[in-house]
């Protein structure tokens, strides 16, 4: 029967997700917009995010530059008045290269990103809470998953078929979400015991119910934490394809590609041709790691300002742990 949130006790230290959409880690760590707010790292990386969204999805509209047609006139000409950062061996823009090949990589990082949460939040919260022989079956298939190679799946793939943006979101997707559901069904399994959930079986609450009040709101925390660090690294797998020539067809264009074609041209001195892109790359992987450390911080409780501040009172040893420096 259901049973009303009122009824159920809220035993100091426990999960129980609070009102107001603050959630208890398992530690009693707030994930909250205050205690993201206050963390420097996740808005440093947030505020750089936002900039790198705007640049490849707003910029095209107001810097509007010819991303089909070769320009053999123009090819490889240095940054100067009309191109900004010059242009490439088919005499495109570099600047206007460089947001159109963004979008397509910050679609698909935002993309796998979501999609591996989701599906691992649902299949690693429903293992964890059925346990038994159902929870000992579905890890298997967890297992089988993990251990088939990503990139050289991709390889492969792109061997056999001509690789699109659907595609490898899905490749992506379905040998990631495996690594979220193994951490979610942790979660579940080590708040199964917790006095708030045998209250809630005690006063006639389903397992259904428990799930979707309890497991899942409890587990949100990990879900975002991974699905920062699933975005930082289908971004980056992208280019790596895209480099290495086994991407997806022109006219198909992102910084990997960029990359690719720059290379090749640097020791000519064409060095717009390859910077460029691996900045912005580097900016938008380490900005999403530093949005993803940040949340794990606050989940973990780990409170590294606060360390130093008390190390520089002589509070804690020099060899303290890194996660406290």
Do not use: K
Not at 104 to 124: D, N, Q, R, W
Not at 153 to 161: A, D, G, N, P, Y
Not at 235 to 243: K, M, N, Q, T, V
Request: charged share 10%.
């Amino acid at each position: 029967m259901a049973v009303p949130e009122t009824a159920l006790p809220s035993p100091a230290g426990s999960a129980l997700a609070p009102e107001g959409g603050e959630i208890l880690a398992s530690g009693g760590t707030q994930l909250s917009v205050r205690a993201f707010l206050q963390s420097r790292r996740a808005m440093t990386g947030t505020g750089l995010i936002v900039l790198l969204v705007l640049f490849c999805f707003v910029g095209p509209l107001l810097y509007r530059t010819n991303q089909v047609t070769v320009n053999l006139g123009l090819e490889n000409s240095p940054p100067g008045p009309g191109y900004p950062l010059g242009t490439d061996q088919y005499g495109i823009d570099v600047l206007g290269r460089l947001m159109v090949g963004g979008q397509s990589s910050l679609e698909l990082g935002f993309a796998v990103g979501i999609a591996t949460t989701v599906i691992g939040l649902l299949y690693g919260a429903i293992s964890g809470m059925a346990g038994g022989i159902v929870d000992a079956l579905l890890m298997r298939i967890v297992d089988t998953l993990l251990a088939v190679p990503t990139f050289i799946l991709l390889i492969i793939v792109s061997s056999m078929f001509s690789l699109t943006l659907t595609l490898i979101i899905l490749i992506l997707t379905v040998l990631s979400w495996p690594y979220t559901a193994r951490l979610i069904r942790g979660q579940v399994l080590a708040l199964r015991p917790r006095e708030f959930v045998q209250a809630a079986r005690t006063m006639g609450a389903g397992s259904r119910w428990i799930l979707s009040r309890h497991m899942v709101p409890n587990t949100l925390g990990i879900s975002v934490v991974t699905a920062t660090f699933s975005i930082a690294d289908s971004i980056y797998a992208l280019s790596a394809l895209s480099f290495l020539g086994i991407g997806p067809p022109p006219p198909f264009a992102d910084w990997g590609t960029m990359l690719s074609d720059g290379v090749n041209n640097l020791f000519n001195g064409y060095w717009w041709q390859v910077y460029p892109p691996l900045i912005i790359l580097v900016l938008v992987v380490v900005a999403f790691r530093q949005v993803g450390d940040a949340l794990n911080d606050i989940v973990s409780g780990n409170r590294p300002g606060a360390a130093r501040r008390r190390r520089r009172f002589r509070l804690l040893p020099l060899s303290a742990p890194l996660y406290e420096r």
